[in-house]
Structure formats: C-alpha cells, structure tokens
C-alpha cells in the first residue's frame, strides 16, 4: 500500500462519494455544490503518530434529464488523509496506517438522490475500496460499535482483509465510519492499518473527534 495509496484513497473516495445528495426544486444552469472541509482534532492525530496531509479536492459531474430539460451538478467533494510511518520490523519506514476524512455535500434535484453515501452500508462502502486497489482483499466484518461524531452518531465497522505492503502480503483491518449528515454534507472517515499495530483505540479516537467545518486555509 506504498505507491498506490494516495491513489486507492482518491478512486476510493471518488467511487463511493461523488455522487452526493441538497435541494434544488426547478432545473436552471449549471449549478457546483462543494462540500466544506472535514478533519480529526489535530492533537489526537498527533498522539497517535498520525501526520496530516494537505487537503484534496475531488469534482465530480453528473446530469438529471426531466422532460426534455437537463442539469448539470459538479460535485466538489473533500478529503482529509493521515499517515503514521512504522518505524519497527519489516515494513519500517512504511506509510503503513491510513486514516482519511471524506465530506461530500448534500444534492438532491427533482426528489432524485445525487449519492448513495447516506444510505450506503459498511459492507458496501468497503467493498468500494476493493473495486479500486488491485493489492487489498476485504474479509469478513470482525467488529461493530457505535462512536459520536459530529454531535451524532456514527456506525463504525471493522473488517479484517489485507493489503500488498512493502511488496509482501500484510494482515490488514479496515475501520469504516457510516455517514454523519452535518452542515449540509455528509462525513465519513476510513482507517486502514496492519493488524499487528492494533490502531483501533486510535482510529475510534480520531472519528470521535472528527471536526467540520473546518477552514480551508
């Protein structure tokens, strides 16, 4: 999971959250909805080892046909990613744990959802992350709690899997938040790590201080 991270996390967030749902009662011009930043509270992150990257962007478009009338929405969505270096065994000096936090906006047009993100299950928003990295397998679901974030509730999955890291085969877990609607977005979060760290005390940590907005500057 070296090389191809950053790339796994962007088709991963892509996939399973472009298409997003807001409201827009009549067609008219092209119309961009953009989603406001989401973070973990920087002190958490740095208690754990975990290193903020600079905040991405990812649009997407999609157009609705109603009669014979069309609209265009951009989508801009955006993405938070953490890194925390192993510094002991094999893989030392590998990015080897993940932790990224995703905020899509609301749009809805005509009643029609714009993304399944709300409604997606754990199994389901994993299963985008296979779809889209050729060195991970998803296993069986292993765990499942129920963390606040954002003043809500969020259901947190744990699926055991693994992952190509250092070119060898790692026993992975993969720690998915469903979706939290605040501020007119929808925020998940998705921690990768391998096993023998047991980053899971972290991760739940990080998800229960998830912060949104937060500013773009």
């Given at each position: 999971m070296n090389a191809n991270r950053r790339q796994f996390l962007a088709a991963t967030a892509g996939a399973s959250l472009a298409a997003t749902a807001g409201c827009l009662g009549l067609l008219s011009d092209a119309t961009t909805f953009e989603a406001q930043q989401a973070a973990t509270a920087e002190a958490v992150?740095?208690?754990?080892?975990?290193?903020?990257?600079?905040?991405?962007?990812?649009?997407?478009?999609?157009?609705?046909?109603?009669?014979?009338?069309?609209?265009?929405?951009?989508?801009?969505?955006?993405?938070?990613?953490?890194?925390?270096?192993?510094?002991?065994?094999p893989l030392s000096g590998q990015r080897a744990g993940v932790f990224a936090a995703v905020s899509t906006p609301q749009v809805e047009i005509l009643g029609e959802s714009f993304n399944p993100l709300a409604d997606a299950s754990p199994r389901n928003i994993i299963s985008r992350f296979q779809q889209q990295y050729g060195g991970m397998t998803v296993g069986d679901r292993v765990g499942q709690t129920t963390l606040g974030a954002l003043g809500a509730s969020a259901l947190v999955s744990t699926f055991e899997g693994s992952a190509t890291m250092a070119g060898q085969q790692v026993d992975t877990n993969f720690v998915v938040s469903g979706s939290v609607e605040n501020a007119g977005d929808h925020v998940v979060s998705l921690g990768v790590f391998p096993r023998e760290l047991d980053e899971q005390g972290t991760v739940h940590a990080m998800i229960e201080n998830l912060e949104h907005p937060v500013s773009s500057e």
């Open positions: 992150a740095s208690d754990g080892n975990y290193v903020k990257q600079e905040p991405r962007e990812l649009r997407a478009e999609r157009t609705f046909s109603v009669g014979d009338q069309e609209q265009t929405v951009t989508v801009v969505n955006w993405v938070t990613e953490y890194y925390k270096t192993i510094d002991v065994g």
